[in-house]
């Protein structure tokens, strides 16, 4: 599973350029270039006959893109009610001041609970901000899965700071344990049966933290140093040093790492280019940490059971439930396990118990859309959605580009994978775009200057004419920043 990071461009008469990334490496063991777009089941859509059918890709089949997507997506049209709509006695409030009409409308609001719904909705001439990997695309497919994914707790319930105190994880809810490991048996993407503890965390950032902890030395000599090959999540050099800790501290690039006393992270699919990658330093002193956020069918293959030492995973990229700030550490080592418990003991005295009750819900939903046993179920599957979204979306980001021809992106791999038992790309929750235009140096400045907010190459150890662009917004942001980013000369 060595990184394919050949770069391939298709200019806007269809001709193929290859350029930069892997120094031309070829994609190996089990990725190849795609015969022809796998999508999951259906009829064949009107865009995909469009691009695949179309030699020279041009701002026309970009419009016909976009066209499908607006009318295929209803949804784009009505956002959610943030606030309940009128309410029934409206009338009786007229006459009275704004204010009082406005505090009323909040009372309802907070009666009902309407959380906030985040980014704000956004037109054709907003700034569009992609700089995070903010996963608001599901939001579409758990609109539609109604009490299947709702929970009620009442207000007596998960009070106490114990969940299990028999176990390892003492605050890991027991049944959001269970849905983890029923999860993982219904994808096959890791192994999660009882060779394996469960350490939950605020969200997979806490427990990689928590890994550095558990992993670092014990004794009081120089810090460990903290590698991963570049580009390399932005967040990793970020959270290891922000204390200035004694434990560890960054060391940049694992390919230019010198020494055997290290933790490596290991991303796969990585953030921010999407290459598949193993880890690159071997020596007996030496720790993996795998960072598996986006080893789900959605985005990438399945082509194995991964069965690493630490694997992290969140619901942020796998369900979308990033607010929720759940993830969970699958762990070999019994005392790696403990330490790491002990981490989020210090930080945070264990984990959100609510959080925890919802997150094992969404989970449940999740593989009760795929089990042969729950009937009427079966019509929400959410890695279904979630591929046809991302396969939708890369289509319409490589017409995009082919279009303005400035741009260019990595090349697509496949495999085939397990879960879907069919041929099946590699989808990225990031694209890893490059500005080949001489005169651009900066690819983020250039871009911030037609309003489209993205995070430079050089916040991942990389050329900063590379900027990383979030694939999982709302469709309407989507769409804007594909036809402004085609429209770019
Ligand atoms: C590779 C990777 N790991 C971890 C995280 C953080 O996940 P969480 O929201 O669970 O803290 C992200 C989020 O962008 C990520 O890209
Ligand atoms: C996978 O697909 C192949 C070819 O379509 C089929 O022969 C095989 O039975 C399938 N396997 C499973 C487990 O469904």
């Not at 605050?171 to 999860?183: A, D, S, T």
């Not at 050089?458 to 085609?486: E, K, N």
Request: with cysteine; net charge positive; charged share 20%.
């Amino acid at each position: 599973m060595a990184a394919a990071t050949t770069r391939r461009r298709v200019t806007a008469n269809g001709e193929l350029q290859e350029n930069g990334g892997g120094a031309g490496q070829r994609p190996t063991n089990g990725t190849r270039r795609r015969p022809s777009a796998a999508g999951s089941g259906g009829s064949t859509p009107l865009w995909r006959v469009a691009v695949f059918a179309s030699v020279a890709l041009n701002v026309a089949t970009l419009a016909l893109l976009l066209h499908h997507y607006a009318i295929s997506h209803p949804w784009r049209q009505s956002p959610a009610p943030a606030v309940a709509s009128p309410p029934p006695d409206a009338c009786v409030l007229s006459g009275k001041s704004e204010a009082r009409q406005e505090e009323v409308t909040k009372d309802r609001a907070s009666a009902a609970m309407s959380p906030s719904t985040g980014k704000p909705t956004v037109r054709t001439d907003s700034v569009i901000n992609l700089d995070h990997g903010d996963p608001t695309v599901f939001e579409a497919f758990w609109r539609e899965t109604g009490a299947l994914a709702e929970i009620v707790i009442p207000g007596w319930q998960t009070m106490s700071y114990f969940s299990d105190v028999g176990n390892v994880c003492w605050f890991l809810e027991p049944e959001f344990g269970r849905q983890v490991r029923r999860l993982h048996r219904t994808v096959r993407n890791a192994a999660a049966g009882d060779e394996y503890h469960v350490v939950v965390g605020t969200g997979s950032t806490q427990l990689f933290m928590a890994a550095l902890y558990a992993l670092s030395p014990s004794g009081s000599g120089d810090p460990i140093s903290i590698v991963s090959t570049a580009p390399y999540y932005s967040s990793y050099p970020a959270v290891t040093d922000f204390l200035r800790s004694g434990l560890f501290r960054w060391a940049g690039d694992a390919n230019s790492f010198k020494g055997d006393e290290y933790i490596e992270l290991v991303c796969s699919p990585n953030n921010p280019d999407g290459a598949l990658r193993d880890a690159v330093l071997r020596s007996e002193a030496g720790k993996t940490v795998h960072d598996l956020a986006y080893y789900w069918p959605q985005y990438t293959p399945i082509t194995a059971e991964a069965a690493h030492d630490i694997m992290l995973f969140t619901v942020s990229k796998s369900t979308g439930h990033a607010g929720t700030r759940i993830g969970w550490a699958l762990v070999k080592d019994r005392e790696v396990a403990k330490r790491m418990t002990k981490f989020v003991e210090l930080n945070t005295i264990g984990v959100s118990k609510d959080s925890q009750m919802r997150a094992a819900k969404v989970l449940s939903a999740v593989s009760d859309g795929y089990d042969m046993g729950s009937g009427s179920r079966h019509r929400h599957r959410l890695f279904d959605f979630g591929r046809r979204k991302m396969v939708e979306r890369w289509a319409m980001l490589r017409a995009a580009a082919a279009a303005s021809g400035i741009f260019s992106l990595p090349e697509e791999t496949s495999g085939h994978c397990s879960f879907s038992n069919d041929t099946a790309a590699n989808n990225p929750a990031f694209a890893w775009l490059r500005c080949d235009r001489e005169d651009v140096e900066d690819c983020a400045g250039f871009l911030r200057g037609h309003k489209i907010l993205t995070r430079s190459g050089s916040q991942f150890g990389a050329d900063p004419r590379y900027v990383r662009v979030s694939m999982l917004d709302r469709d309407d942001a989507y769409g804007i920043f594909v036809t402004r980013l085609a429209s770019l000369k």
